[in-house]
């Protein structure tokens, strides 16, 4: 999931080669200096390269990719750039701000949970509830920040830096920048036990190979998780596919054409889609049921990137595969 995006200018320059690339500087908004080993990606995806000792960077960037360049190094804020397919030349420089040392947030009320208690609630939650997510492991668990808040039934959680997730069920190390968090609990009326009612969460993120060669198993296992999922719904939708890769509609427990209670405008790359009903019911493969519901219209890039990620809401099959079961954005875009 992919908001809070800053846009400036970018510039998009061609090789000889025909590559398009990415190019520029990176310096420190304090004196100057040029910064070495600064990160830089494209959000979602495997696309990615360091600055040289000389500040400077060389980025491939891919056909149709939507996705904000994001530029961060320990110790500074991060950049978020869009808007990088205007000009022919080099990237204007980027200067990155020294990160000040942040309070923690000031709550009103006490926290009754332990951090414990928090810190599980918020594994079970980000990485899933399945076996697959037992072999997940988020390298740097202390830089989270949780709050548990009693009176709106809620857990939150933030930090400074990004996460460091290794995932050895689908071959991935997985920088994740995480930009909110929130846990929405309700009580039962009968007993007064408290239950999940809804988990949302949003950042960006870095995938890298766990391995220098990728084993045949990750390859399986990516390939499972991809079937099925919401990537691949999003891209079958705008493709119009959704019929020959596995999926049906139902509206109102009747199976519906496929595209009926969809709008679609296609305006280059982009499909903009808008739900005509209040929520359509999801049958893949004629055995995993998913729902979908919009509360507004959303765009899908030829990524299958949904912006923007609170328009949806997914249930049932789709909504249980977390953090586990993601996958970069350009996956199946380029040669395993």
Same mark, same amino acid.
């Given at each position: 999931?992919?908001?809070?995006?800053?846009?400036?200018?970018?510039?998009?320059?061609?090789?000889?080669?025909?590559?398009?690339?990415?190019?520029?500087?990176?310096?420190?908004?304090?004196?100057?200096?040029?910064?070495?080993?600064?990160?830089?990606?494209?959000?979602?995806?495997?696309?990615?390269?360091?600055?040289?000792?000389?500040?400077?960077?060389?980025?491939?960037?891919?056909?149709?990719?939507? #996705?904000? $360049?994001? !530029? /961060?190094?320990?110790?500074?804020? &991060?950049?978020? %750039?869009? *808007?990088?397919?205007?000009?022919?030349?080099?990237?204007?420089?980027?200067?990155?701000?020294?990160?000040?040392?942040?309070?923690?947030?000031?709550?009103?009320?006490?926290?009754?949970?332990?951090?414990?208690?928090?810190?599980?609630?918020?594994?079970?939650?980000?990485?899933?509830?399945?076996?697959?997510?037992?072999?997940?492991?988020?390298?740097?668990?202390?830089?989270?920040?949780?709050?548990?808040?009693? #009176?709106? $039934?809620? !857990? /939150?959680?933030?930090?400074?830096? &990004?996460?460091? %997730?290794? *995932?050895?069920?689908?071959?991935?190390?997985?920088?994740?920048?995480?930009?909110?968090?929130?846990?929405?609990?309700?009580?039962?009326?009968?007993?007064?036990?408290?239950?999940?009612?809804?988990?949302?969460?949003?950042?960006?993120?870095?995938?890298?190979?766990?391995?220098?060669?990728?084993?045949?198993?990750?390859?399986?296992?990516?390939?499972?998780?991809?079937?099925?999922?919401?990537?691949?719904?999003?891209?079958? $939708?705008?493709?119009?596919?959704?019929?020959?890769?596995?999926?049906? %509609?139902?509206?109102?427990?009747?199976?519906?054409?496929?595209?009926?209670?969809?709008?679609?405008?296609?305006?280059?790359?982009?499909?903009?889609?808008?739900?005509?009903?209040?929520?359509?019911?999801?049958?893949?493969?004629?055995?995993?049921?998913?729902?979908?519901?919009?509360?507004?219209?959303?765009?899908?890039?030829?990524?299958?990137?949904?912006?923007?990620?609170?328009?949806?809401?997914?249930?049932?099959?789709?909504?249980?595969?977390?953090?586990?079961?993601?996958?970069?954005?350009?996956?199946?875009?380029?040669?395993?």
């Amino acid at each position: 999931m992919h908001i809070f995006l800053f846009f400036t200018g970018l510039i998009c320059c061609v090789t000889a080669s025909g590559q398009k690339h990415l190019s520029g500087y990176v310096y420190s908004a304090k004196d100057s200096t040029v910064l070495e080993a600064v990160s830089i990606y494209f959000d979602g995806t495997t696309i990615g390269t360091i600055t040289n000792q000389n500040g400077h960077y060389s980025i491939p960037i891919q056909e149709g990719i939507k #996705s904000p $360049l994001v !530029l /961060t190094m320990m110790g500074y804020s &991060p950049v978020y %750039i869009n *808007n990088y397919l205007n000009t022919d030349g080099k990237m204007p420089p980027v200067y990155l701000e020294e990160m000040t040392e942040q309070l923690d947030q000031v709550f009103l009320e006490t926290d009754p949970w332990t951090r414990e208690r928090k810190l599980k609630v918020f594994m079970l939650e980000f990485l899933g509830h399945s076996q697959e997510a037992l072999k997940c492991k988020i390298r740097n668990p202390e830089v989270l920040k949780l709050h548990y808040s009693p #009176s709106q $039934l809620k !857990l /939150t959680a933030w930090a400074n830096e &990004p996460l460091i %997730i290794e *995932n050895k069920y689908m071959g991935y190390t997985v920088d994740y920048t995480l930009s909110d968090f929130h846990v929405n609990y309700e009580k039962s009326l009968n007993s007064g036990m408290q239950f999940v009612n809804m988990v949302y969460y949003e950042g960006f993120n870095f995938y890298q190979e766990l391995k220098k060669k990728t084993r045949k198993k990750y390859i399986k296992n990516r390939e499972n998780s991809y079937s099925g999922s919401t990537l691949h719904f999003m891209r079958s $939708l705008a493709q119009k596919k959704l019929h020959e890769n596995g999926f049906r %509609i139902f509206y109102d427990k009747f199976e519906a054409p496929p595209y009926l209670h969809f709008e679609f405008r296609k305006v280059q790359d982009k499909t903009y889609v808008k739900l005509l009903v209040d929520k359509l019911s999801i049958l893949y493969d004629n055995d995993e049921q998913s729902a979908i519901q919009t509360n507004q219209p959303f765009m899908i890039d030829a990524f299958g990137n949904h912006t923007p990620p609170n328009a949806i809401i997914m249930g049932g099959a789709m909504s249980t595969r977390r953090f586990a079961f993601m996958l970069p954005l350009d996956y199946k875009l380029l040669p395993e």
